[in-house]
């Protein structure tokens, strides 16, 4: 093989596994997060029969609890993909809720998914501090002869 040949094959190859290896950091990724209840337990749950003790015995114990009492249980999945350096998008969300009466007994159960949920915009407020402003010079020579000489 005459040395023309051979450099340029060596320069396709080389720029055949530089792309291909930049092409395979942009393959995407799934997350899933979470474990739904099977369906069969999740079917046997009958309102105004199990209690508390017998979900956790069916189901496991909940993704999360209501944060006033613990009459509302959370059992959450989600799958998410993410491309690149973009960012991360829902694929499929479940949430199963299941609400107990007083006496700890299942009142309903409700399976809602990515379309029933709610999106949660944060406030953008500031608080305001009392005091007064310190500049990138105070806080710099701020300190000067407030030392202790013992």
């Given amino acids: 093989m005459p040395k023309r040949r051979r450099n340029q094959f060596f320069k396709l190859l080389?720029?055949?596994?530089?792309?291909?290896?930049?092409?395979?950091?942009?393959?995407s990724r799934l997350d899933i997060r979470g474990d739904l209840p099977d369906p069969r337990r999740?079917?046997?749950i009958k309102k105004g029969k199990q209690?508390?003790?017998q979900v956790v015995k069916l189901l496991g114990s909940p993704s999360s609890i209501a944060p006033f009492g613990n009459e509302?249980?959370?059992?959450?999945?989600?799958?998410?993909e993410t491309f690149a350096f973009f960012e991360p998008q829902l694929m499929k969300r479940q949430v199963v809720v299941i609400k107990f009466n007083k006496k700890g007994v299942v009142s309903s159960i409700k399976t809602l998914n990515k379309k029933e949920g709610n999106?949660?915009?944060?406030?953008?407020?500031?608080?305001?501090?009392?005091?007064?402003?310190?500049?990138?010079?105070?806080?710099?020579?701020?300190?000067?002869g407030r030392f202790n000489n013992r």
């Fill in 14 to 27: 080389s720029a055949g596994l530089l792309v291909s290896g930049l092409l395979s950091g942009c393959a």
């Fill in 42 to 44: 999740l079917s046997a």
């Fill in 51 to 53: 209690t508390r003790a």
């Fill in 72 to 80: 509302t249980w959370y059992y959450v999945a989600e799958r998410t």
């Fill in 119 to 144: 999106v949660v915009r944060p406030v953008k407020r500031i608080t305001p501090t009392s005091g007064s402003e310190v500049g990138i010079f105070q806080q710099l020579i701020g300190n000067l």
